[in-house]
């Protein structure tokens, strides 16, 4: 079956303990993109890869980092979380740009 | 980037056709208009892509206007399953590459008895 994983589903952590949430996708897909969503603000990129060891920035890249090492996964890494990173966050896949994306059942984080 | 601009929400009844407008003045010639659906705490899913003039699948029709500044999803006699938020994205679909992705924030539809 053809899907976008994500894990954690949630997550409560404190202010400044580092955290990874992890993304994978089995449809071989080169385009990868992370989102957080806030109720009133809709979804907005965080980063996005377009292929393995390419990456850049979305509308809201402060405070986190990305990594493509294989073209599967796609982690979103938090080194210093703080309480305005509480949201609700979603992994998508893409055969590239602005083709149908495929999306992970989010995870959602509290950050204390 | 094309900027997208959606009204915040609308209202419905089961069994109306509902037609939701999507402003993109901006456009550039190689985007094109896509539209997704979203259930409360889960990802957004694809309903339906077009360039021009009209496209139409098994849940919905999209009318793109000769000068493409704007869009309209139409779905037609809306069930009460069909309440949700309704993106409307704008952007080159790239194959193996691709630029930065706008959403927006989308238009709540509520649909009743």
């Known amino acids: 079956e053809a899907q976008v994983t994500q894990n954690p589903r949630y997550l409560i952590t404190v202010t400044g303990k580092k955290l990874t949430v992890t993304c994978s996708q089995n449809?071989?897909?080169?385009?990868m993109s992370w989102y957080r969503q806030d109720p009133g603000l809709g979804l907005r990129q965080i980063y996005y890869s377009m292929n393995v060891e390419v990456t850049d920035k979305g509308d809201v890249p402060e405070g986190y980092k990305v990594s493509r090492k294989e073209k599967r996964n796609f982690p979103l890494i938090l080194e210093s979380p703080s309480p305005n990173q509480t949201s609700l966050y979603f992994c998508?896949?893409?055969?590239?740009?602005?083709?149908?994306?495929?999306f992970g059942p989010g995870t959602r984080l509290t950050v204390l | 980037l094309a900027k997208t601009t959606q009204p915040i929400s609308m209202d419905s009844y089961e069994g109306q056709e509902v037609n939701i407008t999507c402003s993109h003045n901006?456009?550039?010639?190689?985007?094109?208009i896509t539209w997704y659906q979203q259930f409360p705490s889960q990802g957004p899913r694809f309903i339906i892509q077009?360039?021009?003039t009209k496209v139409t699948n098994e849940v919905a029709s999209l009318f793109i206007p000769a000068d493409r500044k704007s869009s309209t999803l139409s779905l037609p006699r809306v069930s009460l399953s069909d309440t949700a938020v309704y993106y409307c994205l704008v952007g080159a679909p790239v194959v193996g590459g691709g630029n930065k992705l706008t959403f927006g924030t989308g238009t709540q539809l509520k649909v009743e008895l």
């Open positions: 077009g360039y021009k």
């Open positions: 901006n456009i550039a010639t190689n985007d094109y």
């Open positions: 449809m071989n897909h080169e385009y």
């Open positions: 998508a896949s893409s055969r590239g740009g602005n083709n149908e994306q495929f």
